[in-house]
């Protein structure tokens, strides 16, 4: 026979499991719009008509991909944390 409080846990596991999906699609729509923000401004270079515009966005190239890489590593390894912190209390 089932037991009631089995079933009002695993509800409420649902709905938490729930939130923190949630929490995690909000997240990386914020990363999203972030690396976006930091790409703008080089890509426009490279499309521009101007010689020296160009040329400046090839150098920024370098510093958006650093930038990018460690953007994205900060934001997975706070997730990361975070998930952790929140499933195993550790």
Request: charged fraction near 15%.
């Amino acid at each position: 026979m089932l037991d009631p409080r089995m079933y009002l846990s695993a509800v409420g596991g649902l709905a938490f499991t729930g939130v923190l999906e949630r929490l995690l699609e909000v997240a990386i729509g914020v990363s999203s719009v972030v690396i976006a923000i930091l790409w703008i401004p080089v890509a426009l270079g490279f499309f521009s008509v101007d010689e020296n515009r160009r040329y400046e966005s090839h150098l920024r190239l370098r510093n958006a991909i650093i930038g990018t890489v460690i953007y994205a590593l900060a934001v997975s390894g706070s997730i990361y944390g975070i998930f952790k912190f929140i499933a195993f209390g550790t």
